[in-house]
C-alpha cells in the first residue's frame, strides 16, 4: 500500500522569507510523486512532478521540490514567499510498481497542508 | 491540460435521493476517476471510471452506492445513491494520460449538501 504524509497542518510564513511544505511516502516500489495547490473556493491546481532525473524539479508560480530517496520525502519549496501562495497544498504519490495500467491507478493524498504568507 | 467541466456546481438534498453528478472533457482523455474532498480535507479515491466497462471501486466504496458510467472517453457520471448527511463532500471528477508518468488534471467539484 502507498501512503503520503504531510506533517504539518499548517505552515506560517513572512512575505519575502523562503517557504518549504514538508511531504513523506511510503510505497513498496517507485514513487512518482506530485504537488498540488488548491486556492479557496476552487478546483486543485497541478504544481510540479517527480518521475525520474534530476532531483529538483521546478514547477509553475516558481514552486520546486526536492526528491530525496533515502528520507523518502519530496519537500515542496520557493526561495520567496508571495501573499498569494496563501493556499491549501497536497502532496500525492503513485506507485509505479503497482500501476496496472488500467483499474484502480489513482493518486494517494496526504492530508494537505495551509500555507499562510504573511504580509 | 484538458479542461474539465462538472454539472451541477453544487446541490442540497434530502436524505435518502439520489444525485447523479456529470464530468465533460473538451478532449479524449484515456484515464477517469471520481474523488471524494470533504470539506477542509484530502481527497479519498472512489473508483477509476473505465469506458466501455464496470468501474474499478476503492476499498469502502460500492457500485450500489455510487454507479459510475463512462459511456465513452469524453464523459463520465457518478450517481450518489440512497444518500445521508455522511455523504455532504465536494466530488471532483480527474483525468489523467494512460500511463504512470501523467498528471492528473481536476475539474471544479460539485459541492454536495444533503439534509
Known amino acids: 500500500a502507498q501512503s503520503v504524509a504531510q506533517p504539518e497542518d499548517q505552515v506560517n510564513v513572512a512575505e519575502g522569507n523562503p517557504l518549504t511544505v514538508k511531504c513523506t511516502y511510503s510505497v513498496s516500489g517507485n514513487p512518482y510523486l506530485f504537488w498540488y495547490v488548491q486556492y479557496p473556493n476552487r478546483g486543485l491546481q497541478f504544481l510540479l512532478k517527480y518521475i525520474t532525473g534530476d532531483n529538483l524539479v521546478k514547477g509553475s508560480y516558481g514552486f520546486e521540490a526536492e526528491f530525496n530517496k533515502s528520507q523518502t520525502s519530496f519537500h515542496l519549496k520557493k526561495p520567496s514567499a508571495l501573499v498569494s501562495d496563501s493556499a491549501l497544498y497536497f502532496c500525492a504519490v503513485r506507485d509505479y510498481s503497482t500501476y496496472s495500467g488500467g483499474g484502480a491507478d489513482g493518486l494517494t493524498f496526504g492530508k494537505g497542508t495551509h500555507l499562510i504568507i504573511q504580509p | 491540460s484538458a479542461v474539465i467541466s462538472q454539472k451541477p456546481s453544487r446541490d442540497i438534498c434530502q436524505r435518502g435521493t439520489s444525485l447523479t453528478i456529470q464530468c465533460q472533457v473538451d478532449s479524449q482523455v484515456t484515464m477517469m476517476f471520481w474523488y471524494r474532498q470533504q470539506p477542509g480535507q484530502s481527497l479519498t479515491l472512489i473508483a477509476t471510471?473505465?469506458?466501455?466497462?464496470?468501474?474499478?471501486?476503492e476499498s469502502g466504496f460500492v457500485i450500489d452506492k455510487f454507479p459510475i458510467s463512462r459511456p465513452n472517453l469524453t464523459f463520465s457520471t457518478l450517481t450518489v445513491s440512497n444518500m445521508s448527511p455522511e455523504d455532504s463532500s465536494i466530488y471532483l471528477c480527474s483525468v489523467a494520460g494512460g500511463g504512470p508518468r501523467y498528471e492528473q488534471y481536476f475539474g471544479p467539484g460539485t459541492r454536495l449538501t444533503v439534509t
Open positions: 471510471a473505465n469506458q466501455g466497462s464496470e468501474a474499478t471501486y
